[in-house]
């Protein structure tokens, strides 16, 4: 197997979601042609430094630290106790590659793990079951969705974790283990992945919780003052939609197949709390879906009331013209120079045309009145 | 098993459909990280008080009466008679955990009773069926449709029914109870499952036919006199639309599932009325299609009929003008000063550019309806 | 079982095809929380009277009455020949409850009948199988199509149907019956219900045969002078697909279920035939979605020939006025009393102003005409 | 068996897709209600008089001649070589109904043959097979697609074919039993039949290369010109391939029907073509789908590029008043006649008038330019 | 087996990627009708000369040479080796010919070979399984995407492969058997059909980033300056995107295909790295349908922002047209000739028409600002 090593300054994530994505495809093609297996980083680089943390316990022991070498974790592999090994930072090619060969992992797994454009899925290897999830988070300022690529590698009796960078949904989860609260301390592995996954699958909750209100605050700025910004808006929302539903739909599939799976890695007990899972995915894909038939809505509701407004602004312009240009005409005809007009020679002829003039103008504002034209 | 009580003042239920659900997954947020089964009110709280009332019958005896407290009712557990405890309000965390530690239910289903976001769904434990409905009511004043969740709980000699306020659609199914109509008090739990998920479905009627109504409203009212608040109406109404059908797709699995499932809890004497419930959610769900159907015809209808409205408008104006700038353009011509215009020493002349005006406008007026502009 | 009559005038069947939709759900309503199987008649009471009508045949012998009273059909139950009874009216509740009782039927299968909301089905009950059909007919004079349920119930020896009103499409099956005319007095009761639905979906060409024809005068009229009121038929067509639909699709399932059903109420020489009518249901599909394509290819040529012509009329006035307000300009000039303006005082000076106004309109009009603006 | 003739002169075939498609519905509906197996021709008669053609071959034998009866085909049913019957011209029904009488083709196969309005499709009676097939045919002059109904009936050693009128896409198969070409003269009457659905399939390439050059056309008159009558001329599309689309999509299930069926009529030689015939049906139908798209696609580019070259005309009729009108405005001005108007009196004011309307028309020239507007 | 040579000169490929695919279907057109098998070239004659290559590997030995002749091939057919035959160039039949002959291919086979207007598909023959796959590329000037149809013959022992033209994505795969890079000089020839699907499926990463880099800068264009062009562009991404998809689709199911397929020639080691591909097949279908929804959501964008442009300039326009039309109309007033008209004694009339003017202009100004109409 041989190691490339792509090394570049980190840079900061862009902006928008989609630019995110060309991104990631744009470095997959440096892969192109390789043969399969080869370890490319293929990603932003997230992080300078490697952070690796070991979990390990029982129901009756506890035990917590940081690694500082990748070597520290082997001991783990054979213990009875529940391991979990957690990574921050995956370019470091050497550590993947070491851990790899440690716990037999195939290949393609480690290849996974370092392609950050994976769609989320799990595929059994009847030693270990690998599970590749999108861990998103929601950047306040700019608006928009963040995914990081959570890998999770679940052995009889260890988890093995690699995150991107640094920062997580998982403190939680470390919690309950340290304080021994539910039962996550009594069961085996498989929990803790279920445990995990939940965790990833929680945080979407919050996630839609706030786009749910960058909907309404959109909703009620469409009602008061659609601008151009607004739009554009729309547009990021609508793309976000399919930025989420393209990470979570094949979520439904990996847990449905978490379930479905004869693996003895994964215990009869645990089957209700996939159920349960894989119940809010579904939710979560619903909320989705009910979300972008919203957006698509406030798509409809901007270009009409766009037009609407555009609409009134032309009528009424339109009716100051209409209502002037015969009056224009009226002053025109009397703006003639022929030497035989009688009416410029009587004396009221002038107060006349401006009765005639505002009677004119009266009557085509009761008639536009009348027709609703103002 | 850890308990937190949420507590907090009553809130009125939010005007709009989607606005309910936004506030849903925000409370919904507040569990993220928890462990599975820690019960936490998630929805409004209707309800300060919670009203616990419990019926027990067989063909002969009936019995029915308010608990004052959830332990009442742990003596119904065991009894042969079949046993109706209905919760009214489940706010109140402690009473749900002391009834489920006694019925022996699963902390996931305590967790789904309590999360008011639930999708309709069933769930079969060996020992019981659990139930989650959706049971609509229609807020006459602001035109909208507000779901509560009612979860039931199959055992072989009780249902336990749950809901988040008080006020149902039950009232016609305990009147059968108490009345002995029909064969209810002949059958076991699960036709009185049977006869709550009817007494639910049933009630889709009335809200659709109230949908019916508001639609046929609607479209007199777009044939009449469209305004920007038809359009809005439109919107809110196709909202309800996907809220209803959100509500009721899942009915179907839940009650083909309850059809398939193997469980011993359910009577193959059973299995023709959830038939007969299953072809009344086909019919609902058939009619909600129509009317999304029809809602969308109806968007089609305002957009072309305002934009007509416009063009009618627009065409009159500007024909307006258009009979007049050349108008003012005779006048405008012996409106100059030159020195030799020999027509301006005319006597006749004045007369004459009347009489061209009048047939210019004439037969623009001829030219114009017979080109159907007018 | 507890009856019910629902008493009120018959009412005229309403113009449009949703607003019969909408009145049935709303007596639907009515129904809610009463027990399964109670009869409620829910639809129009098409007939004040109800016709009984008895064909009993076999080979050799035929035999047609109409019967007086619901008992004189009984007999009729054990008799080797295959009869056939017809039940022209269903607001009879007492009628209808007796002829279930003697012939076995099912509560629920006599709600269903009463309940005119019903869409096509079919279910088997060992001893006979129920069927829910649509029988269409097309009202010429409001170019709408409206439907009348028809139930049958097929028995060993027996076929019953239940119609709404009198008037059907079971004329030819009556003659042939009479006539002896093809296979139908050879076969069993399976073929008379195969020719009751046959004769159905045969009329259902008929049906779509007119609406071909109304599409076909409407895309004359759509090219010829399309108006507003060309739209709301459109949209009424539309409409009636929708209803078509959902007629129809139910029709599929229901056939090829009674194809794969393995009751011994059908022989397997009816297979060829059901089969048959399968083709048929499936061809009359094929035409309907066609027509939708036509119908909203229809919209859109409609929407953009309107506005077509709109922006034929707007160009014109534009153009026209376009061509007057450099004119009135020039005339505005000369029209100054400036006191030193040496054009005013050369003689030919009037004539050349009219010699470049007229220059100035030629090559307006040959440029617009050649940028195709005219 | 009852023979009905429907006598009525050859009428030409209607101009639209559509028009033919209403018409054979309309003649369907004459059979509404008739026994089932009832002889009616629906359809066009397309040929005065019935031509029959027999082709007896084996390896060493092949004889073709044109039978005067339809008697003549009948030794051909017992012989051990392959025959192909092929009939031009199915509107003398006792024909028909003489060969069915003969070959035992069941009285549904002899209507569904007559009856042209058929959906591609295959039967397995045991002793033969029943294809309907749709041989279509390009009308250049007319640009429109015309459809054929083609029926084969594969007995074991014979195919029979049935064709609407004379003039076929099967004389490079004649050419091939004729000369021995290819394999054909050494295989059974399966391969027959396959040849001829392979002509006929083979002959949707020269339709859709039609259709190509149509839309290829189309783009270059959308770019260069777009009239109304270009927006016609893609409906006439649209709907061409919608009725493609029709003909096409059962024949993909016909031809995998026929691969799967276990027929004894079908040898496993025969598998590979007909899977060969499969995919070519595959690629017809994405071509179908590829062109749908691009017919939409020019759809779309049609209406904007009319609604941007309307726009275009607007503006520039827009900005011409505009420059005008201020400009009118000032002549306006100094047509007053205040007896103090001081500049009346200099003598440069008339040339400073002309020099600052020049400079408004420039800056405002400039202005627009810059804006982008001219 | 009959041969034809359809001899013409090479033409240039044309620029739009639909118009090539309607020339193949064009070329297509000539084989309707002729016996199945019949060898003829379809598609664009892409170079003049025939290369054959041939790569003999295994573990311990490699040898590449060229071929001068086809026969130089056949030896391999028996070694114990891996053999890998490219042909680039499959316009030579006779090659093509000589080439099925040795190796047994069947006719079809060579068929599909010749006809480049095939569907990405895999046919298992006992002794070989068939693939045909579309090597994409991407025209930078045309900013088009190219398809070549690659077929892949896989044996027990060595794969052919047949390219349309020299020159092709298989390069790196070259490398890793010459260096014995990775693991490929240890595999059968499975795993070399593996690396050459590998190889086209990575490459339309490629693609897709250069897509991907397309649709930013259209994007940026579209905000900065959108103008007709921009459409067409955004029209033909659409269409390389109904292009893609139609190359992509096909290829799931054929991977899918083969993993499935129970063919004894790909080994079940193999099967993970089948897994792999599919893996990425379902990533570039996703990013295929991201691009096609951010594609749809720019058509909107360019609409709208077109839309709203033409407002802009359309209201400026009309704002001021509507200020100077009333000012036009006082003007007008004073122009009058009658005979007594106070006013126009007074000597400071003049300044205040002036300063009415001004007021007027001010007050439009301000009204126009605020109702937010400049």
Same mark, same amino acid.
Request: some cysteine; charged content about 30%.
């Given at each position: ?14 902006m ?8 990631q ?15 490319v ?20 022991s506890?035990?917590?630290k940081?690694?500082?070498s ?19 930072g ?15 992992l ?22 270990y ?30 988890v093995?974790?690699?995150q #991107? ?20 301390r009594k ?6 992945a ?16 706030r786009?749910? #209100? ?20 729309i547009?990021?929302l ?15 599939e990996?847990?449905s ?10 215990? #009869?007990?645990t ?17 989705? #879906? ?6 698509s ?21 339109t009716?100051?013209?209409t ?30 045309i ?6 004119i103008?009266?009557?085509m ?10």
């Open positions: 197997m041989q190691l490339q090593k792509v090394d570049k300054n980190a840079r900061m994530i862009k928008k979601v989609n630019t995110k994505k060309l991104k495809t744009k470095k997959r093609s440096k892969k192109a042609g390789l043969p399969p297996g080869t370890l980083h293929v990603g932003e680089r997230k992080e300078e430094s490697v952070r690796i943390t070991v979990i390990d316990y029982d129901e009756q506890f035990q917590e940081e690694a500082s990748i070597e520290e974790c082997f001991q783990f592999k054979t213990t009875p106790t529940v391991t979990w090994i957690n990574i921050d995956i370019h470091r090619i050497d550590i993947i590659e070491k851990l790899g060969k440690h716990f037999e195939h290949p393609l797994i480690l290849e996974d793990i370092l392609n950050t454009g994976q769609r989320p899925k799990f595929e059994d290897f009847d030693k079951i690998f599970i590749v999830l999108k861990m998103l988070s929601y950047d306040d300022e700019k608006q928009t969705v963040q995914a990081e690529q959570v890998s999770l590698v679940l052995g009889s009796n260890f093995i974790s690699f #991107e960078s640094i920062g997580d949904v998982f403190e939680e989860v470390r919690d309950r283990l340290r304080n021994a609260k539910g039962r996550i069961m085996a592995s498989d929990y803790l279920y445990a995990l996954i939940d965790a990833v699958v929680d945080n979407y909750f919050v996630i839609l919780e786009l749910g #209100e960058s909907i309404e605050t959109m909703e009620e700025e469409l009602v008061a003052e659609p601008t151009e910004k607004t739009l554009q808006q547009h990021l609508k793309r976000t939609m399919i930025f989420l539903r393209k990470s979570v739909w094949p979520l439904r990996l847990i197949g978490l379930q479905k799976s004869e693996s003895s890695l994964i215990k #009869e007990s089957d209700v709390y996939l159920r349960d899972v894989y119940d809010h995915t579904i939710q979560i894909i619903d909320t989705i #879906e009910s979300f972008r038939d919203m957006v809505g406030m798509l409809d509701i901007y270009l009409s009331s766009i037009s609407n407004r555009m609409n009134a602004v032309m009528k009424v312009l009716i100051i013209a209502i002037f240009i015969p009056l224009t005409f009226i002053a025109g005809i009397y703006g003639m120079n022929f030497k035989y007009m009688p009416e410029l020679e009587w004396w009221w002829a002038y107060p006349v401006w009765l005639i003039i505002v009677v103008v009266v009557c504002l009761i008639y536009f009145r009348r027709k609703k034209w103002l």
